[in-house]
């Protein structure tokens, strides 16, 4: 799609902020603000309120938020890695049709990929859909939707940026922006408290100005570098942390959730002094599953970069008090698809009707007026490839070859690497996706394949086109990455 529409609908935008004079100030005042906390690699038994297994783990704030709220068991991820996931919840498009198919990297030196992967900036954010309703819009931390300033999230639609754009490495700072200028270096322990004090900032400079906000929190938590801060570890974890100096370490997943803990309840106990919590929808997902071993998915299989249900069925919830009902736990089937769709619904915000949506409004499912999502039907993608579909509770995973995967994917010690035929799961009797009922339950099987094949054509596939995804720049192969190395697979049995 060419980029010139978006300058036209900015014109629009702005002409009828200003005939609106008034009336549109007060409309504004009325809407609810939005608060979309977005946190990195936390699997679906990482919280409190999802029954974490691991004693370590005490998330008093978030599980408070998930008991006045709606907490989903079932709420997928669009895709089980970093930028595809945040570019379908920030647009309700999967990444196969909004161009973010693959994540963004911010090294220099493959330049191809530098600049051409990328949210392209014909996309439609959640920002963009408020803007015109009078928001006040802010990105808070992890963005990852491409490095170079065409990408910045300014252009998509925020007043304000404030974070460091891509992963921490470990042991190292990384430059910290404000919107796109360079605030001196940042290590990783640092960001967390900038991201709150950012937050609460913007909230109080919106409440004062009588103005509704949208912020977009995008934690780096409980991604690596394996390094919390020190008063959030007991003396084991500590000397755990500085013994493998920020490297993979299940261990400090514990003191980790604990300190995001303490950031999400500072920012609750902001809106309560503020008096606007019955004001503000607070929504809270994780981007996709464990990096395991550090956190679990339990009592789901696998976890980031698959497709099995540990890869893409995370920890979410939704709060917005005398409008939707507390203290729910919701077992339908949901996806951060729908995020954007339900948010416009509940400020009253029009969808463009330019482009194809892949999201629900779940406000009616919300509000108790059906107890049915509106969502029955979901595609499992990784990069190009789609490996899996899924109807109701039923789950179909494809036959594909790891020379065919996408290159997160290589790896040998990741689930059904290798298949040669279809597997069929029903989820509802088995979340650890071990029972194949191909064989008893053919007619269920044989409509997956349809729903498959019709996915193919819209979306494509990894080795074709579909009618609706867009041609990007870049000039190699998206599902080889950025090195555009071929696989190398060590045999270790059986997938």
Known sequence: ????????????VLTLMVCSGPVAAQEAARRPNVLLIYVDDMGYNDLGCYGAKDPGIKTPNIDRLAAEGVRFSNYLSACSVCSPSRAAVLTGRYPQRNGMPVCSNGRTEWKDWYEHVGLPPSEITIAEVLKPLGYATAAFGKWHLGAPDKYAPRRQGFDQYVGSK?????????????????????????????LTDATIAFMKQQHANEKPFFIYLAHYLIHGPWSPNKQFCTPEEWASVQRLKGRMNPKAIPPMVRELDHHVGLVLAALNELGIEEETLVIFASDNGPWLPAGSAHPLAGGKYTTMEGGHRVPAMIRWPGRITAGKVNDQLVSALDVLPTIAAATGAS?????????????PMLSGKTDK??????AYYNGLTLEAVRSGPWKLHLPRKVANRVYWAWQPNKMYLNLDRALLHNLDDDLGEKRDLSNTHGERARRLRKLAAETRRELGDWNRDGTDRPELAYPGNLNAGPKQKAPRVRKRGKN
């Open 373 to 378: 999502s509106p969502r029955q039907e979901f």
């Open 166 to 194: 891509h992963n921490f490495p470990v042991g190292k700072a990384k430059v910290w922006l404000h919107n796109e200028e360079p605030q001196g270096e940042v290590m990783f322990r640092e960001a967390h408290q900038k």
């Open 351 to 363: 969808l463009p009707t330019d482009r194809k949506y892949d999201g629900f409004d779940l406000m």
């Open 1 to 12: 799609m060419p980029e010139f529409p978006k300058s036209i609908r900015f014109v629009f």
